[in-house]
């Protein structure tokens, strides 16, 4: 397809466990696994020439994309409807909610969120057995009028256990 525009989907990296956190859950921050995740997620985003960051406005989604979104010089959007309680109704609604965030902005855009968001998401876009492991991160392509999705490509996540990339 000519005039695709391009996708980052992540999902936020490791953070507290949530029955260990004594705060609001949108205030759970990443674990230093997470940080080690959201630095590994930056040298992929970066390269690639993301133009814009939008994040579920807590604080795990946001720590994920702080290090790319500094190397690249930019803020990260907070979006609301990527909340982990605003799960897209089905496939329709999902893909709708993708092109609204793609925007008519320049470039790339990153969007990171929940694993229940992520999982609509991905099927949305024609992802057959999406996994959707915590700092995963799927590359989806759609043409400029949003009609035509390229099949989204997994990527992969820095492994918590091995601390290498891995996309199995």
């Not at 949530?18 to 705060?23: C, E, L, M, N, V």
Request: charged share 25%.
């Amino acid at each position: 397809m000519s005039g695709q525009r391009a996708i980052y989907l992540v999902r936020h990296a490791v953070a507290g466990e949530r029955g260990a956190f004594a705060g609001p859950d949108p205030l759970r921050p990443l674990t230093a696994t997470g940080w080690r995740q959201a630095l590994a997620l930056a040298d992929v985003l970066v390269p690639a020439g993301v133009r814009r960051y939008v994040s579920s406005p807590t604080v795990r989604c946001r720590d994920t994309l702080i290090p790319a979104a500094h190397a690249a010089a930019l803020e990260i959007e907070d979006e609301p409807l990527l909340f982990e309680d605003q799960e897209p109704s089905g496939p329709k609604e999902a893909r709708e909610r993708l092109l609204q965030l793609l925007g008519k902005g320049p470039g790339p855009v990153t969007i990171c969120t929940h694993g229940n968001l992520m999982l609509a998401f991905v099927e949305a876009a024609g992802g057959r057995s999406p996994r959707c492991p915590k700092g995963g991160v799927w590359r989806l392509e759609v043409d400029q009028g949003g009609d035509g999705w390229a099949s989204p490509l997994y990527l992969g996540r820095l492994d918590p256990q091995q601390l290498s990339w891995r996309a199995e």
